[in-house]
């Protein structure tokens, strides 16, 4: 394969461009801070979160962390959000999912007001990512997708992208995205017929796996000349992770792949920084 | 070609549908009735909206005029829109567009309550489509491309199926209906390159022509055994109504097309009653 597409050097340019940023805000007195919302004490959740504070610093920016039992009340959950929403001193709000069965995470998501939703989570800024509006925040992890083919100079415009995968988490949103940078978007899912999702995969200029499952694309399905962004994270009974690509065979085929580890998990959090600065910024405009 | 797939025949049974389930509503002294709001004398609103009105009176259903002058100021639409939102005695809102330029379209369309907007044409019913919820109603010329298929046994499921058009109107919520129909979708547009467009739709099962242009798909970018939905409106020189289906052509490869007229457009207007009357149902549900 020609490139591997790792993440890491994408988040670091990223991560210069926040860099510029802070001072303008520090002079106004302005530190953006990240609410953390999360329930219980998941380890996996904890992790994300210990990786967010540490990211949040080492830029400059303010983590707040809002821990809440893992057997609150619904309408607690609520009333913390709420009261988020409305701290002018809080510009963004990190909510860790999933959530305890017990809790509606769908009232939950939606209380988000859209100006602190960094991540498109609600129903509000899904709505704004669908009408084409760019008034919210993209949904990181499909906004790492695109990130990532920008910043290797990889066309979208014009090109045929198969997205596999059809969730409110990535699919659908990503491929509205892709939508309006003016890429030909097929959209393929589980009731795709094998053969028809073999054949689109293999005429596509890009592929998207972000269908949740590791061996989703396999050598057969890819061509060369092609480009693969795996979305996927996935753990196997080792406890390794993998993404939905099988990396090591593809690689010999496609001009370029993201690994998993090191592809677009690692450009996520740094989108999440990113778009915390910029509603700290928008405060001030 | 082996069948015209006309409008009427599923416009019928639509009809009867509807006229099944007048009495259980008159019953209970409920006539649907449908506010038609047209601003100004455009004479092609006034065909539309006579239309409307004739076929509202068929079925046993009540039409309600709001005719506003062309230089209304928007604010008082806007009230005439929201006064419509609050009476209890209307069911449903039929808003002709396209609006005077001197008026936001978007903030009109935008004041229609969900409840009401049996065309689907504010942001907020438009997002419960994306987001897969089924309490909206689904804009008409899309539900009417799906029920003509239904009507006609064409299996979505499965299919592959290519959405050539990518607007709010038609394009993009008409490729989200499918989706959740379980098609394979792809969505292709100005920026598709033509080898691709010829190629995507010659591989595709079913063809969904939205674009907007007369001469959109020539008889080289079909194969035999697709269907033809044919969504255009287009007008020629001599003032013919043409689709964006070169039809002729086209008819003699596919197994079944859309004509136009009387194909779409046929099914479209009777599903704004069928909406309507649902939305006379649910107020008493």
Redesign the interface.
């Known amino acids: 394969m020609e490139k591997v597409l790792k993440g890491k050097i994408v988040a670091d340019a990223i991560n210069q461009g926040i860099l510029n940023r802070m001072p303008a805000l520090y002079e106004r007195g302005i530190v953006p801070t990240l609410a953390i919302v999360r329930v219980g004490e998941n380890p996996s959740d904890i992790a994300y979160e210990n990786g967010a504070v540490k990211k949040a610093k080492t830029l400059g920016l303010q983590p707040e962390k809002f821990i809440c039992p893992a057997d609150i009340d619904q309408r607690d959950l609520i009333e913390v959000i709420k009261a988020i929403n409305n701290d002018e001193k809080i510009h963004g709000i990190l909510l860790l999912q999933p959530l305890p069965e017990s809790i509606d995470a769908d009232a939950v998501r939606n209380t988000l007001c859209p100006e602190k939703d960094l991540d498109c989570i609600s129903?509000?800024s899904?709505?704004r990512l669908?009408?084409?509006e760019t008034t919210g925040f993209a949904p990181c992890t499909a906004e790492a997708c695109i990130e990532i083919l920008k910043y290797n100079h990889i066309e979208i415009?014009?090109k045929?992208i198969v997205v596999i995968g059809?969730s409110?988490v990535i699919g659908?949103p990503v491929?509205?995205m892709l939508?309006k940078e003016?890429a030909?978007?097929?959209?393929?899912?589980t009731?795709?017929?094998e053969a028809?999702?073999k054949?689109?995969c293999r005429?596509a200029d890009i592929v998207i796996a972000a269908a949740g499952h590791a061996g989703t694309l396999t050598a057969d399905m890819v061509s060369p000349g092609q480009v693969i962004i795996d979305v996927g994270i996935n753990f196997n009974e080792e406890g390794k992770m993998l993404g939905d690509v099988d990396f090591e065979a593809v690689s010999k085929i496609a001009a370029a792949a993201t690994p998993v580890p090191g592809g677009v998990g690692s450009v996520t959090t740094t989108l999440l920084m990113k778009h915390l600065v910029e509603a700290a910024e928008r405060t001030v405009k």
């Not at 030909?184 to 899912?189: F, K």
């Open positions: 129903d509000a899904l709505s669908f009408l084409g415009k014009g045929k059809r409110m659908k491929a509205m939508l003016n030909t978007i097929t959209i393929c899912h009731k795709t017929a028809d999702l054949d689109l005429g």
